[in-house]
C-alpha cells in the first residue's frame, strides 16, 4: 500500500513541472525592416585612429519609432581579428542594419 502510494505522490508530483511549450513564428519577406528612405547622410572629417585593433564605424541614419535618428560615426573596437564593419544600407523599400564581417 504504502508503495503505491509513493508511486502514485511522485507521478503527481512530477507532472506540476512539466508544462507544454508551443512557439510559432510566422515571417513573411525576409530580414529587414520596412520604412521610408532615411536623410542625406551627414559627411564630416574623422578624427585620428586612437589604435591599431580599431574599425571606423561611419555615422548612419538608423530607424528609431516613425522617424530616423543620427548616429555620428566613430572608432570601434574589433570584435575579432580580421574583423570589418559593413554599414547599414536602405534597399528596396528595406532598413538593413549594419554589422561587423569576417
Given at each position: 500500500?504504502?508503495?503505491?502510494?509513493?508511486?502514485?505522490?511522485?507521478l503527481a508530483?512530477?507532472?506540476l513541472?512539466?508544462?507544454?511549450?508551443?512557439?510559432?513564428?510566422?515571417?513573411?519577406g525576409?530580414w529587414?525592416y520596412?520604412?521610408?528612405?532615411?536623410?542625406?547622410?551627414?559627411y564630416?572629417?574623422?578624427?585620428?585612429?586612437p589604435?591599431?585593433?580599431?574599425?571606423?564605424?561611419?555615422g548612419?541614419?538608423?530607424?528609431a519609432?516613425?522617424?530616423?535618428t543620427w548616429?555620428?560615426?566613430?572608432?570601434?573596437?574589433?570584435?575579432?581579428?580580421g574583423?570589418?564593419?559593413?554599414?547599414?544600407?536602405y534597399y528596396?523599400?528595406r532598413?538593413?542594419?549594419g554589422?561587423?564581417?569576417r
Amino acid at each position: 500500500m504504502k508503495t503505491n502510494l509513493l508511486a502514485l505522490l511522485l507521478l503527481a508530483g512530477s507532472s506540476l513541472f512539466g508544462r507544454v511549450h508551443v512557439s510559432l513564428g510566422i515571417g513573411v519577406g525576409g530580414w529587414g525592416y520596412y520604412a521610408p528612405p532615411p536623410p542625406p547622410v551627414v559627411y564630416y572629417a574623422r578624427p585620428p585612429c586612437p589604435g591599431p585593433d580599431y574599425a571606423w564605424v561611419s555615422g548612419h541614419w538608423y530607424p528609431a519609432g516613425p522617424r530616423y535618428t543620427w548616429r555620428a560615426g566613430y572608432w570601434g573596437r574589433r570584435p575579432y581579428a580580421g574583423a570589418y564593419w559593413v554599414g547599414p544600407r536602405y534597399y528596396r523599400h528595406r532598413y538593413y542594419r549594419g554589422y561587423w564581417r569576417r
